[in-house]
C-alpha cells in the first residue's frame, strides 16, 4: 500500500507541474516551486524527466532588472510531443479530429450521416475511415496516436467507459468504445459530449482562469457541464447535469426522453423546428421556403419578423434563462458559457435568455456573472473529445503519451 501511495503522490506532482506550464505557456522552475507548493528539487528533478521525455521544452528570454546578460530558462509544453484523436457523434454527422498535446486540430472531417438510422458497427466503420484519413493527412502513422476520446449525448460512465442511454441508439448498451479500440488496439475513451467540450474550455477555452463555471450546450439536446473548485463534476454514476432533462413545465411539450416539460422539449434545435412544424400544421404561420424546414430556415424566418417562429424562439430563451437561473442560485458560478450549434439563433434567443437570468436571480449572485457565447465551430466537438484523452496524458504523461512515428 505504501508503495503505491508514493507512485500516486508522484502522479499527483508530475500532473500538477505539467498542468501548471500548460496554464501558464511558459514558466520558470522557481516560478513552478512558488505555484505548486513543490520543493525546487523536486521541480527540477520532474522537469528533467520532462524535457529527458521531450513533454516539454526549454524557452529562454532576459529578465528586465538582473544582470546584463544573464537569462532566466522558462519551460513550455511541446505541442509535438503527442497527437491524439477526438471524435464526436451527432444525430446528422460524425466528426473526427487529430490534435496535438495543446489541443490544436491539424487535421479534421465531418461526415453527413443519419446516426439514428444506421447500424453502430456501421458508424464505427466510419469513424474508423475517419481516423484512418486524419492520421494520414497529418503525415502520422496510427501507432503514433496516444488516445481517441468519443463525445457523445446520453448517459455515460465515463469511468467504467461504458454508454447506458443515448438518443442516438435505442437498442440498449452502445458498444462503440470497445469497437473502436479493438480495431485500432489503442486506449479509447468515452463522455458525455458536454463534458468533453466542458474540458476543452477548462484546458483551452473560455473556462481558463475560472475555477466555478458551467457550459451549456445547445444542439439537437441541451446539455451542460459543471466545474466546480476546477473539477468536472460527474455526480455518483457519472450521470450528472443533465440539465435539458430538468422540467420547466409540467403541463408542457413531451420530451424524447419520455418526460413532460424538458428544457429541452423548447430550447433544442429539433424541439425548436418541430414546434415551427406545429405552427405550420396548424396554420399559425405560413413559409413560403421549400423542402425539409431546417433550424436556419426557423431563424431566418424569425429575423424577418414573422410571429411564430419568433415566439418560439423568445419562448426557447425564456425557459432556457429561467433554468439557468436556478443553476446560478445553486453554483453560484463566475461564468456561465453558452456553445454549441444552436448559438446561431442569437439575440432571438439569448436576449430573451438574458432577461430571464436577471429576473430570476439575486443581484448579489447576477452582478459577478459573466455569460460568454462562444463562437461555435463544429469540429469543437471533436477538439473536445481530444481533450478527454489529452487530460488522462497529463495525469500520466510517461506511461501513457506514445512515441510519434
Not at 503522490?9 to 505555484?35: D, H, M, P, Y
Not at 496535438?100 to 444506421?118: F, G, K, L, N, Y
Not at 489503442?186 to 477548462?202: C, G, K, M, S, W
Request: glycine content about 10%.
Amino acid at each position: 500500500m505504501a508503495v503505491a501511495n508514493k507512485e500516486l503522490i508522484r502522479e499527483i506532482n508530475r500532473f500538477n507541474i505539467l498542468n501548471a506550464i500548460r496554464n501558464a505557456g511558459a514558466i520558470s522552475r522557481v516560478e513552478l516551486a512558488e505555484l505548486t507548493g513543490q520543493s525546487r528539487a523536486a521541480v527540477t528533478n520532474i522537469t528533467a524527466r520532462l524535457l529527458e521525455e521531450g513533454l516539454i521544452y526549454a524557452k529562454e528570454r532576459v529578465e528586465q532588472g538582473r544582470q546584463r546578460g544573464r537569462k532566466r530558462v522558462r519551460l513550455a509544453i511541446n505541442p509535438q510531443a503527442a497527437y491524439v484523436v477526438g471524435v464526436k457523434l451527432s444525430s446528422f454527422r460524425v466528426s473526427v479530429a487529430v490534435t496535438d498535446m495543446q489541443a490544436e486540430v491539424q487535421s479534421h472531417v465531418i461526415v453527413p450521416v443519419r446516426t439514428q438510422e444506421r447500424a453502430v458497427e456501421f458508424v464505427a466503420d466510419l469513424i474508423e475511415d475517419g481516423i484512418r484519413h486524419c492520421v494520414s493527412e497529418v503525415g502520422l502513422h496510427l501507432e503514433g496516436i496516444s488516445g481517441i476520446g468519443i463525445g457523445l449525448p446520453g448517459f455515460i460512465d465515463s469511468r467504467s467507459g461504458s454508454c447506458f442511454w443515448t438518443p442516438l441508439y435505442t437498442d440498449g448498451k452502445l458498444p462503440l468504445r470497445e469497437l473502436l479500440e479493438n480495431r485500432f488496439e489503442i486506449p479509447t475513451y468515452i463522455e458525455n459530449d458536454t463534458n468533453t467540450v466542458t474540458l476543452a474550455h477548462q484546458w483551452f477555452g473560455e473556462g481558463r482562469g475560472h475555477d466555478n463555471f458551467l457550459v451549456v450546450t445547445l444542439e439537437d439536446g441541451v446539455g451542460m457541464g459543471i466545474v466546480v473548485n476546477g473539477q468536472l463534476y460527474r455526480g455518483a454514476h457519472g450521470f450528472a447535469a443533465e440539465f435539458g432533462h430538468l422540467v420547466i413545465d409540467a403541463e408542457g411539450r413531451r420530451c424524447r426522453c419520455g418526460k413532460i416539460g424538458c428544457i429541452e422539449a423548447y430550447a433544442s434545435n429539433f424541439s425548436i423546428v418541430a414546434a415551427a412544424r406545429a405552427a405550420l400544421e396548424a396554420g399559425t404561420w405560413q413559409w413560403p421556403g421549400e423542402g425539409e424546414l431546417t433550424y436556419d430556415a426557423v431563424i431566418a424566418a424569425a429575423e424577418t419578423g414573422a410571429a411564430a417562429p419568433k415566439a418560439i424562439l423568445a419562448r426557447a430563451g425564456t425557459y432556457l434563462g429561467q433554468g439557468i437561473a436556478g443553476l446560478v442560485q445553486l453554483f453560484n458560478p463566475s461564468r456561465i458559457i453558452m456553445s454549441g450549434d444552436g448559438i446561431r439563433a442569437g439575440d432571438l434567443m439569448f436576449a430573451p435568455m438574458r432577461a430571464a437570468i436577471d429576473a430570476h436571480v439575486n443581484p448579489g449572485l447576477r452582478r459577478d456573472l459573466e455569460v460568454v457565447i462562444h463562437k461555435w465551430r463544429d469540429i469543437d466537438w471533436a477538439r473536445g473529445a481530444a481533450s478527454l484523452v489529452l487530460q488522462e496524458l497529463y495525469k500520466s504523461p510517461f506511461n501513457r503519451v506514445r512515441p510519434v512515428i
